[in-house]
C-alpha cells in the first residue's frame, strides 16, 4: 500500500496559482486511480479533480474545470493539481487520495483507500 505526502500549499492572492504535490511511497503508484479533494472549514470534503492510473483519463469538479489541472509522472510517483486563477472560495485543507479498486478516479471519497494528511491553501481577496 502506498503512503502519500502533499505539499505545495500556501498563501496567495486572488488571481494567483499554485501547484499541489502529492508524493507516493512504494513501487505500485500506477496501480492508483488518484484524486484530490478538498475541505473548506466547516464545510464536508468534495472532490476536486481525478486521474486514472495511466493519466489519460481525468475528471473534475465543475467549479474549477479550466482553472485546475491534474496530472501525474508515474515514474516520479507524483501526482500534481495545477491551480490557476484562483478564487478565496478555494480556501481549503486538500488531500490527496488513491483508489486501488477502480481504473478511472472516482468522485466519492468512500472509494478510496489511501489518504495524504492534508495541505492548506488559503486564497486572500
Known amino acids: 500500500q502506498v503512503q502519500l505526502v502533499e505539499s505545495g500549499g500556501g498563501l496567495v492572492q486572488a488571481g494567483g496559482s499554485l501547484r499541489l504535490s502529492c508524493a507516493a511511497s512504494?513501487?505500485?503508484?500506477?496501480?492508483?486511480?488518484m484524486g484530490w479533494f478538498r475541505k473548506p472549514s466547516g464545510k464536508q470534503r468534495e472532490f476536486v479533480a481525478g486521474?486514472?492510473?495511466?493519466?489519460?483519463?481525468?475528471s473534475y469538479q465543475d467549479s474549477v474545470r479550466g482553472r485546475f489541472t491534474i496530472s501525474r509522472d508515474n515514474a516520479k510517483n507524483t501526482v500534481y493539481l495545477q491551480m490557476n486563477s484562483l478564487e478565496p472560495e478555494d480556501t481549503a485543507v486538500y488531500y490527496c487520495?488513491?483508489?486501488?479498486?477502480?481504473?478511472?478516479?472516482?468522485?466519492?471519497?468512500?472509494?478510496?483507500?489511501?489518504w495524504g494528511q492534508g495541505t492548506q491553501v488559503t486564497v486572500s481577496s
Open positions: 487520495a488513491a483508489d486501488l479498486a477502480l481504473m478511472l478516479p472516482s468522485r466519492r471519497e468512500g472509494e478510496y483507500d489511501v
Open positions: 512504494g513501487r505500485t503508484f500506477s496501480n492508483y486511480a
Open positions: 486521474i486514472s492510473r495511466s493519466g489519460g483519463s481525468t
